[in-house]
């Protein structure tokens, strides 16, 4: 059974602190992707990764795939309030279109 | 208009009655979903339907229903339903991105559900 494990489960940090959220699997994923939902809405796709190793940037958020293709993480640098919310990982079933989603990590940036 | 909608965004309903979820795409995609988000646990997939067949019945009681009619609907029937199984329901479809290699989901903004 194909498993996603995020940490931390919660975190609260100042405005301008850096964090990093970590999705930890023992199984290998085709790819991996992370979203971001706000209260009362649904999950928005942040990024997708697809081969071992790669790192993405997306403005202060940094995205890395694990070599292995069964971990990732997200960095985020000088948090800000806006970056407040859910954060999720999740990848596809033996590469298919099916997903399982990972425990998520709830981020509140105070000011 | 764009993207996933869903409608209700709120469904308040007694355990005896009989109501519906809709979920509508309007991004060309083949893959739809239904997912459950309760407090405390992680997103839960339901269904799934490729090209308007269901490919996926995640173990989810008979008291949920759903009906894909085409590619660009979706709908989740609920009769005689529990109180535990108020919660947030996402709808989500998908298509394989060949730019970025992997299929990519969008979500609509869920309807809320309590039962009473």
Same mark, same amino acid.
């Given at each position: 059974?194909?498993?996603? $494990?995020?940490?931390?489960?919660?975190?609260s940090?100042?405005?301008? $602190?850096?964090?990093?959220?970590?999705?930890n699997?023992?199984?290998?994923?085709?790819?991996?992707?992370?979203?971001?939902? $706000?209260?009362? $809405?649904?999950?928005?796709?942040?990024?997708?990764?697809?081969?071992?190793?790669e790192?993405?940037?997306?403005?202060?958020?940094?995205?890395? %795939?694990?070599?292995?293709?069964?971990?990732?993480?997200?960095?985020?640098?000088?948090?800000?309030?806006?970056d407040?919310?859910?954060?999720?990982?999740?990848?596809? %079933?033996?590469?298919?279109?099916?997903?399982? %989603?990972?425990?998520?990590?709830?981020?509140?940036?105070?000011? | 208009?764009?993207?996933?909608?869903?409608?209700?965004?709120?469904?308040?309903?007694g355990?005896?009655?009989?109501?519906?979820?809709?979920?509508?795409?309007?991004?060309?995609?083949?893959?739809?979903?239904?997912?459950?988000? #309760?407090?405390?646990?992680?997103?839960?997939?339901?269904?799934?339907?490729?090209?308007?067949?269901?490919?996926?019945?995640?173990?989810?009681?008979?008291?949920? #229903?759903?009906?894909?009619?085409?590619?660009?609907?979706?709908?989740?029937?609920?009769?005689?339903?529990?109180?535990?199984? #108020?919660?947030?329901?996402?709808?989500?479809?998908?298509?394989? #991105?060949?730019?970025?290699?992997?299929?990519?989901?969008?979500?609509?903004?869920?309807?809320?559900?309590?039962?009473?």
């Amino acid at each position: 059974t194909q498993l996603l $494990e995020q940490s931390p489960q919660f975190l609260s940090i100042q405005e301008g $602190e850096n964090l990093t959220v970590y999705c930890n699997s023992s199984s290998v994923f085709s790819s991996l992707q992370w979203y971001r939902q $706000e209260p009362g $809405e649904g999950p928005v796709l942040l990024v997708t990764v697809v081969t071992g190793g790669e790192v993405k940037k997306l403005k202060r958020l940094t995205f890395q %795939f694990g070599d292995a293709r069964k971990d990732s993480s997200l960095h985020i640098t000088a948090a800000q309030p806006g970056d407040t919310g859910l954060y999720l990982c999740a990848g596809p %079933f033996s590469g298919t279109y099916k997903y399982i %989603f990972g425990t998520g990590t709830r981020l509140k940036v105070l000011a | 208009e764009t993207g996933v909608t869903q409608t209700p965004r709120h469904l308040v309903m007694g355990m005896t009655n009989k109501k519906s979820l809709k979920c509508e795409q309007h991004l060309g995609h083949n893959a739809m979903y239904w997912y459950k988000q #309760s407090a405390k646990k992680p997103l839960e997939l339901m269904f799934v339907y490729n090209f308007k067949e269901q490919t996926e019945n995640n173990s989810v009681p008979s008291r949920f #229903s759903p009906e894909c009619p085409n590619s660009s609907h979706l709908f989740l029937h609920l009769h005689t339903l529990q109180p535990e199984d #108020s919660a947030l329901y996402l709808c989500a479809s998908s298509q394989f #991105s060949s730019e970025r290699g992997a299929y990519e989901q969008y979500f609509g903004p869920g309807t809320r559900l309590t039962v009473t």
